[in-house]
């Protein structure tokens, strides 16, 4: 008697948070590609990693639209890293519950 593959996409070990990386400063095609990752992965953690640099409304923007892809494809997303003029700048705006 033997079982069926086991439940999940074969390639994709999901014991493991998916880890992306934002730059310090984000491109709208760079976000664009991480977002589309987190839509084609199976929903679980992902650890966002930000560089301490990143700053502005660009990051911030990239942020948001981060954490609404992952809440959309049914991740729990936590960024990490976030220097103090990021932090800084998403208690101003009031996205600071993301990180």
């Keep these: 008697m033997s079982s069926g593959p086991p439940a999940g996409h074969p390639l994709v070990d ?17 976000v664009a590609r991480l977002c589309a990752d987190l839509a084609a992965a199976p929903p679980g953690d992902v650890r966002c990693a930000l560089d301490p640099r990143a700053g502005g409304l660009a990051a911030v923007d990239a942020l948001a639209r981060l954490a609404l892809a992952a809440r959309r494809a049914g991740h729990r997303l936590t960024f990490h890293g976030a220097g103090p003029d990021l932090t800084a700048l998403l208690r101003l705006t009031g996205l ?4």
Excluded: F, G, N, Y
């Design 96 to 99: 600071d519950e993301i990180l």
């Design 14 to 30: 999901t014991s493991q948070p998916l880890v992306v990386t934002l730059t310090a400063a984000p491109t709208r095609e760079e």
